[in-house]
């Protein structure tokens, strides 16, 4: 069972940047794809950025031009670098692994992030 653990969320004014964590308990380039989640009160999960094994990204409209994701593979950790936060931004974000053969979509707990004055 692979493990998701993000960090790095917490309270930020707007127009403020955050760097969110998530370490998995194996090897990351054994994934199909790596991503990044989140889900605000009231609204579906939506996906923010993802990243496959061989490094393409793909970002959410929303979020094009402000948030970067990485990863590290030496430390089995992707990240989410988030600049010019907006309140729209709040939310709980999540990471999750996607297995190579697409049977299994692994989640972390979430790490809460919001965006207010």
């Known amino acids: 069972q692979v493990q998701l653990v993000e960090s790095g969320g917490g309270l930020v004014q707007p127009g403020g940047s955050l760097r969110l964590s998530c370490a998995a308990s194996?090897?990351?380039?054994?994934?199909?794809?790596m991503g990044w989640n989140r889900q605000a009160p009231g609204k579906q999960r939506e996906l923010v950025a993802h990243?496959?094994?061989?490094?393409?990204?793909n970002y959410a409209d929303s979020v094009k031009g402000r948030f970067t994701i990485s990863r590290d593979n030496a430390k089995n950790t992707m990240y989410l670098q988030m600049n010019s936060l907006k309140p729209e931004d709040t939310a709980v974000y999540y990471c999750?692994?996607?297995?190579?053969?697409?049977?299994?979509?692994?989640w972390g707990q979430g790490t809460q992030v919001t965006v207010s004055s």
């Open positions: 999750n692994a996607v297995s190579r053969d697409l049977l299994r979509n692994s």
């Open positions: 990243m496959t094994s061989t490094g393409n990204t």
């Open positions: 194996t090897n990351i380039l054994s994934f199909y794809t």
